[in-house]
């Protein structure tokens, strides 16, 4: 009897041995999975994105505040913005030009936006980078930053325009 027809009989010499299982009832050869090495990676979010779009959110929050506190100034007196230069110095200088703190509280808001976006905007790249961590995060907050920074770059502009 010849080792293909009896499988017990193994000849660790025999270079071209069939591999046969079906007759042992074993399947073919799958790795083992189930070690503690071979758990998947579980990612965690970048801090850093996380950073960046809360980062984001008090942007638009700040923009937001400083859009409600301009047309509130420019509602609480229609008359202000036809005011000349020198009616505006003198109602500030008698006490007055409430309208004029306002529109600064909330130009000085407008500029603190943009600067936080920027530091967003910087923070979402770093996290967009990042190895090993989840960057949906550091993505939407990369997106908001940067239509933070433009926006408020636009209704700068077009104020320019305007005036």
Do not use: C, W
Not at 2 to 9: A, C, I, L, S, W
Not at 125 to 138: E, M, P, S, T, Y
């Amino acid at each position: 009897m010849t080792n293909e027809q009896n499988p017990n009989n193994y000849d660790p010499n025999e270079q071209n041995r069939p591999q046969n299982y079906s007759n042992t009832g074993y399947t073919n050869f799958s790795p083992v999975t189930d070690y503690p090495g071979n758990a998947p990676v579980k990612m965690k979010h970048s801090g850093l994105g996380i950073a960046s779009f809360v980062l984001a959110l008090v942007a638009v929050l700040t923009i937001v505040i400083g859009i409600i506190m301009s047309v509130a100034a420019v509602a609480s007196s229609p008359d202000f913005m036809n005011a000349t230069e020198d009616e505006i110095a003198t109602d500030i200088l008698e006490g007055g030009g409430g309208e004029f703190a306002t529109l600064m509280g909330a130009g000085l808001l407008m500029l603190l936006s943009i600067g936080i976006s920027i530091v967003g905007l910087i923070l979402g790249i770093i996290a967009v980078v990042l190895k090993n961590r989840k960057k949906v995060f550091g993505i939407i907050g990369l997106i908001l930053n940067a239509l933070m920074v433009l926006g408020v770059v636009m209704l700068f502009a077009i104020g320019l325009v305007a005036s």
